[in-house]
């Protein structure tokens, strides 16, 4: 049910809508929420056939204009997968909470982002040989190899390795590209 209003689907067609709708039906909600927590647990077991790998975890391809030039690649997955990546975050943001705190407030503390402003408000008394500093990485994801996630999941969550590694184990399909030119205002 967190999927947010209007999420696209990815190459099956499925939207996330479907599955709400479907899951909220009378006829069909108990069977279809068994199927489908039977589906997650098997994806995150790593138990997908290496044939539907790369179909599994690829997406769909859609290139959009940046508005300071240049192109943002978008993959939409496809959302049975997008479903088990979420239960899979679920269960890591909750593991992790205590390693990340208190260097990362941003994970599963709640007020954390509030508690490090009020935190730098108050060091306007700082002494004279303290320093804050404050480090902020962008795209950290892209900038770490495969390589390096995987082992940190093993050692940090050896639960989710299984559907890590599966989600790393062949290259991924691209099943449409699409080159999408918005208009620009004015």
């Known amino acids: 049910m967190s999927f947010p209003a209007g999420s696209s689907g990815g190459p099956d067609g499925i939207r996330p809508q479907h599955l709400k709708d479907m899951s909220n039906c009378r006829e069909t909600d108990s069977d279809l929420l068994t199927a489908l927590t039977a589906f997650v647990n098997m994806a995150l077991a790593g138990q997908c056939p290496k044939d539907v790998l790369p179909i599994f975890f690829g997406g769909r ?106 989600a790393y184990l062949q290259p991924l399909q691209s099943f449409q590209v699409d080159f999408k030119r918005w208009p620009t205002a004015g």
């Open 61 to 166: 391809l859609i290139a959009l204009d940046k508005k300071c030039g240049g192109i943002r690649p978008i993959v939409i997955g496809m959302t049975l997968r997008r479903l088990a990546s979420k239960c899979a975050n679920a269960v890591g943001v909750a593991s992790l909470a205590a390693y990340f705190r208190p260097r990362q407030l941003g994970v599963r503390t709640p007020g954390g982002c509030e508690a490090t402003v009020h935190s730098a408000r108050d060091l306007q008394t700082l002494p004279a040989d303290h320093v804050l500093s404050k480090l902020d990485f962008t795209n950290a994801f892209n900038s770490l190899h495969r390589r390096d996630m995987l082992l940190a999941v093993k050692d940090r969550l050896p639960e989710l390795y299984a559907f890590s590694l599966s």
